[in-house]
């Protein structure tokens, strides 16, 4: 009663159907009972473990390769069917579609980044002063393009998705908008200025 049940019974727990949740708890299930015989002969043979490990870790590699593929293809092309999770639906497809058909200084933030360091770096205090001060103007500009930006999504949100989950999208598209237009993934799917 309390030991452990051994690795064959835990396994075909897992394995069991689910019972039939349109059926009437009282109406017959359709079929006739199988015998016990017949039930514990049914439970060995649906837990399949492969004999050898080296051939099953080779498929389930194989497995995980071609769903990579599927993904990486996915990313390039806008297949909405196999793309990863995080970027799956609706809700997400519009916040990279609103995302991407606008100008935003963001984008910019890490190639101008790279030029004030670069500037920073020289021994000359004048410029390194220019330089400083042209980071914090820029990253202020960027702080106030990200608050227009999620104001602009959220009223979008609410207009287009009322009632439905939109926990996350928001915070997605400000990642998006942080990436260059050239290097986002999923590849954007409509031009600067059209209406998502």
């Not at 910019?108 to 021994?123: E, H, M, N, T």
């Not at 990200?146 to 998705?161: I, M, P, S, Y």
């Amino acid at each position: 009663m309390f030991r452990r049940r051994s690795d064959d019974a835990a396994a075909s727990a897992t394995v069991l159907e689910k019972p039939d949740e349109t059926r009437h708890p009282q109406a017959k299930k359709g079929r006739p009972t199988p015998k016990r015989s017949e039930a514990e002969a049914n439970r060995r043979t649906r837990v399949t473990v492969p004999k050898d490990r080296k051939e099953a870790a080779r498929q389930a590699r194989e497995r995980m390769r071609s769903e990579r593929e599927k993904q990486r293809t996915a990313l390039m092309e806008g297949d909405e069917r196999h793309l990863p999770a995080r970027d799956k639906g609706p809700v997400r497809k519009f916040a990279r579609d609103y995302v991407d058909a606008r100008w935003s200084l963001a984008e910019f933030f890490l190639p101008a980044a790279v030029v004030i360091l670069v500037l920073s770096i020289v021994k000359v205090p004048a410029i390194q002063l220019l330089s400083t001060l042209l980071f914090l103007l820029f990253f202020v500009l960027v702080i106030l393009d990200f608050v227009r930006l999620g104001f602009g999504l959220r009223k979008q949100f609410a207009e287009r998705f009322a009632g439905q989950n939109t926990r996350g999208a928001v915070a997605y598209g400000l990642m998006r908008i942080l990436q260059m237009r050239r290097l986002r993934l999923p590849k954007p799917q409509v031009r600067r200025g059209e209406k998502p």
